[in-house]
């Protein structure tokens, strides 16, 4: 987007999701992919840039997220909120299922579903990533 996330705040969101992604867990600096400062509400939903509106994320996780804020709950064919890593925890609504990411509520089964956590390569990319971690 074209507001600019400054230096400082950026380093703040890095340090703080202790450089993985806040969605996927995936750790930064595998390889030479930058994760990207992610708007948790976006900006066209006029989210601020502020450091309580800003999360960690790996490339695919924002790409995937996009603008959205919601996704329909295939269970409840009702509109479900995105997980938000400033006000969600995450073991509340994922738990990682060796390298499957599952959704425990139903926050987390349309932000697993919307964001593709579970695409075969990304799955990869987490077997890859625990074991560079070994
Ligand atoms: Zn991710």
């Not at 400082?8 to 994760?35: H, M, N, Q, S």
């Not at 969600?88 to 964001?115: C, K, M, N, P, S």
């Amino acid at each position: 987007m074209s507001d600019a996330v400054p230096a400082d705040l950026k380093r703040l969101v890095r340090r703080r999701a202790r450089r993985r992604c806040e969605y996927c867990l995936l750790p930064e600096g595998l390889g030479f992919i930058t994760f990207h400062i992610e708007h948790c509400i976006s900006q066209k939903h006029d989210g601020p840039t502020v450091a309580e509106n800003l999360a960690l994320a790996c490339p695919a996780c924002n790409a995937f997220k996009g603008t959205d804020v919601a996704g329909l709950d295939p269970q409840e064919q009702a509109p479900v909120p995105l997980f938000n890593p400033r006000l969600h925890a995450w073991e509340e609504h994922f738990r990682q299922d060796d390298f499957l990411i599952v959704g425990l509520t139903a926050v987390g089964r349309v932000t697993a579903r919307l964001l593709r956590m579970n695409d075969p390569d990304r799955i990869l990319d987490r077997f890859d990533a625990d074991r560079n971690d070994a």
